[in-house]
């Protein structure tokens, strides 16, 4: 069964790492949707990709990637217990006042950001689940769009709640 | 649900403590790295941006360097040193056009997992990105046919990158790993030490195993009806001949190999059936099929042995043991699977095997091997030239002491050799497996006789294979490694001919190679010998005198073009629809 999981591996942070990780995606043949990198100290830095494929595909794009010397640690997150996030900047086109406080107060339902302001477009900011976001696209595409950059999925598991199981 | 994870960490040690900090260049610190490796020989061409190694070189007596005449075959010499010796294999070249004729020999060392350092010389850290003259992005080409490369950038770094090197080219399953030296970093003075550790993540050379599946997979094997063994080579990389021997002794089960693992079972074994796959034998294609269970040692089931894959596993319960976790469930499912070192694998399997003790009866199966083994023989696909390579390899046998070293290249000749050429020891059958590379066997066959300058080597060839890489001859003569080189001489492509003629409809599309040259007088002309062979008498005469000549010995032996390679499973079909011919 072709399942959507979330790949994260800590890597060394040093230059060529993410050719090298991209480069074994490329060469593998493997149907990477998104993928994420931030440094966490100066040591390693974190990549989070989402990817399509059956259990053994995951599992090869894992052990695959766990040979190359500069993965420090790659596995599968558990989706029911990690917090995904993306974020969002879409600049919208703004034909008069009226069309602006409407925009505006999308955003606000969204709990976004209007981060600027110009007399033909503004941008907005907005943070959340990819779902999240394409509902706010959507919205906002009666408007105008002109530019979106979204940044990919970046996630976290939980820890255990205290005193849960 | 099962996570999946994994935090591997490997300290290294790198090199002795206490030595002391010298003022070197980083040219001489990549020497004394080398030598600190125990490196013998090294097989390359020098080039502007390896002067400075070179240099250095030039008052190493430690070393020995064998001046090449393509950088293709430095890495296929390396190569052939490394599969005969077990060592890791050295090879070098310029930067640009240097380091990009290194890439097939690499690609090559990659799909059959052979230990070798490349070493590369690269245009001056400040000129890199420029297209500076000879710049080549050699990381970027061979970052997918590399286990890893590297390229320091300052003298200091340059142990540590050797000491690395050679760390992750031999360690848990091998494969080629590439040093890009900077020039001005060849040149530059640095405080060198030989001292420290490294840290080195994705890496276990021995990862736990689990004894429970050890047990249960025990249990598997032991009641067995028609337990059946496939030996790759993980078994020859991991030395576990021996263990393979005693478990299917023990377990009375019949044992195929891949190419690769040809010579890891001994092919005068009653229980051996030699290679299995689009061109294994009839034995071997036919029993996996009667087997309930397979024993999977250091395989990673590539098309040209499984054939079509579905086939391949239906009916039959699967035992996967290798070091590569990457491999379990690549290309075959497997049922069970023990993540380990081939030769611990089996060690523990067979101890487990004896210390539960009671199994089936196998005597039936025995039998039912024999018996096929026997068909094998039987049904041949009948001669059609006056003199035919199933019968000349026979005789090359018997004319061989039992160590002597086969290479080959690619094409028929690479079928015939694995079918026909029986092969007793390990490390004693040379061949590109998996990628395939016609012009690897003459190279890999001085590099083998570097390695073991005792022992006869040989290289079955064809002709057009020979073509690819024949300048060596030069090599071979003037650095005095004679072998023997036996062209199966058919004047076409003979390999891609059959295709032609089995699936093609006789349409010969750029296959012929015509009458020339003359290999006799191109041998001559570079100053090793030829002889020109047409009937069975002279072959033996021919081998004879090749043996004990001490310059390489071309035999051009003349073959028909219509010979065909049987049996032979047509690509893309299941291993029952292999086509005997006979
Ligand atoms: C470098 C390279 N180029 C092309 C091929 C494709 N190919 C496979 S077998 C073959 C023919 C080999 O001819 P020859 O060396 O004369 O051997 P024969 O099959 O006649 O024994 C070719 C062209 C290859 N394997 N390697």
């Known amino acids: 069964m072709e399942r959507e999981e979330i790949i994260e591996a800590i890597v060394e942070h040093r230059p060529g790492v993410l050719f090298r990780v991209s480069n074994l995606i490329r060469r593998r043949n493997f149907n990477i949707e998104t993928i994420t990198v931030g440094r966490v100290n100066h040591e390693t830095a974190r990549m989070t990709m989402t990817i399509k494929g059956e259990r053994e595909i995951i599992d090869q794009v894992i052990n695959q990637l766990s040979k190359l010397m500069e993965v420090i640690k790659v596995r599968k997150l558990n989706q029911k217990n990690t917090v995904k996030r993306e974020l969002a900047l879409i600049k919208v086109k703004v034909n008069d006042n009226l069309s602006r406080s409407d925009i505006i107060h999308c955003i606000d339902v969204f709990r976004g950001q209007v981060v600027d302001v110009s007399s033909k477009s503004l941008i907005a900011e907005i943070t959340g689940t990819p779902d999240k976001i394409n509902a706010f696209i959507q919205l906002l595409s009666s408007y105008g769009i002109k530019e979106v950059a979204r940044t990919g999925i970046t996630a976290m598991e939980r820890d255990r709640k205290l005193g849960g199981s | 649900m099962e996570k999946v994870q994994r935090t591997w960490r490997r300290i290294v040690k790198l090199f002795e403590v206490n030595s002391i900090v010298e003022e070197l260049t980083g040219a001489e610190a990549l020497v004394k790295a080398l030598i600190r490796e125990r490196v013998e020989v090294i097989f390359g061409i020098p080039g502007g941006a390896t002067i400075p190694i070179y240099d250095y070189l030039y008052d190493v007596d430690e070393i020995r360097h064998i001046l090449v005449r393509h950088e293709q075959c430095a ?74 490369n590297i390229q320091p950038v300052k003298p200091e770094e340059v142990p540590l990158a050797v000491r690395k090197a050679f760390y992750i080219a031999s360690t848990s399953r091998p494969g080629p790993v590439l040093i890009d030296m900077p020039k001005d970093v060849q040149i530059k003075k640095g405080k060198i030490s030989f001292e420290g550790e490294i840290r080195l993540h994705s890496l276990c050379s021995n990862p736990k195993v689990d004894e429970k599946k050890v047990e249960s997979i025990s249990r598997i094997l032991l009641n067995a009806e028609t337990p059946f063994i496939l030996a790759g080579g993980g078994v020859i990389k991991a030395n576990a001949s021996r263990e393979l021997m005693k478990i299917s002794e023990f377990l009375r089960a019949p044992v195929a190999t891949t190419f690769m693992g040809k010579g890891g079972f001994p092919e005068n074994h009653e229980l051996s059936l030699g290679p299995i796959g689009m061109h294994g034998t009839y034995a071997a294609n036919r029993l996996i099929r009667e087997a309930d269970v397979l024993l999977a040692v250091g395989v990673r089931f590539s098309d040209r042995t499984t054939g079509e894959t579905e086939s391949f596993s239906s009916n039959l319960e699967i035992i996967h043991v290798d070091i590569d976790r990457a491999e379990i469930n690549k290309n075959v499912r497997a049922d069970h699977s023990l993540l380990t070192d081939v030769k611990t694998g089996l060690d523990m399997l067979y101890r487990k095997l004896r210390g539960i003790g009671s199994q089936k009866n196998r005597k039936k199966w025995v039998k039912r091997v024999s018996e096929m083994k026997e068909n094998s023989e039987r049904i041949q696909a009948p001669p059609i030239g006056k003199i035919n390579p199933p019968r000349l390899l026979k005789l090359l046998r018997k004319l061989l002491p039992e160590k002597a070293i086969v290479t080959t290249e690619v094409g028929q000749n690479q079928a015939w050799a694995a ?87 006789r349409r010969y599309s750029q296959v012929n190679l015509g009458e020339t040259p003359d290999f006799v007088k191109l041998a001559k002309a570079f100053g090793a010998e030829g002889i020109r062979v047409e009937t069975y008498e002279d072959f033996k005469e021919a081998v004879k005198e090749g043996l004990r000549n001490n310059v390489t010995t071309v035999l051009d032996v003349i073959i028909s073009p219509e010979e065909n390679v049987f049996p032979m499973v047509p690509p893309g079909k299941s291993l029952d629809d292999m086509i005997t011919g006979g």
């Open chain 2, 419 to 505: 079918l026909y050429f029986k092969v007793y020891h390990p490390r004693t059958f040379i061949t590109s497996g998996g990628l395939g590379t016609m012009g690897f066997g003459f190279p890999a066959a001085l590099g083998a006789k570097v390695a073991k300058p005792n022992e006869p080597v040989v290289d079955i060839a064809g002709d057009g294979s020979f073509l690819m890489t024949c300048q060596e001859l030069a090599t071979s003569v003037r650095e005095e490694i004679p072998v023997v080189v036996v062209i199966f001489n058919n004047r076409v492509l003979g390999m891609v001919a059959q295709w032609q003629r089995l699936f093609y409809g």
């Open chain 2, 75 to 148: 890495a296929h010499m390396a190569d052939g040193y490394a599969r005969a010796s077990g060592k890791t294999g050295v090879c070098m070249a310029t930067s640009g056009p240097g380091a990009t004729n290194l890439v097939t020999g690499i690609a090559t060392a990659y799909m059959d997992s052979t230990p070798i350092v490349a070493i590369t010389g690269q245009v001056p850290t400040s000129m890199i990105g420029k297209d500076a003259f000879q710049e080549t992005d050699i990381i970027g080409i061979t970052a997918s046919i590399t286990k890893h």
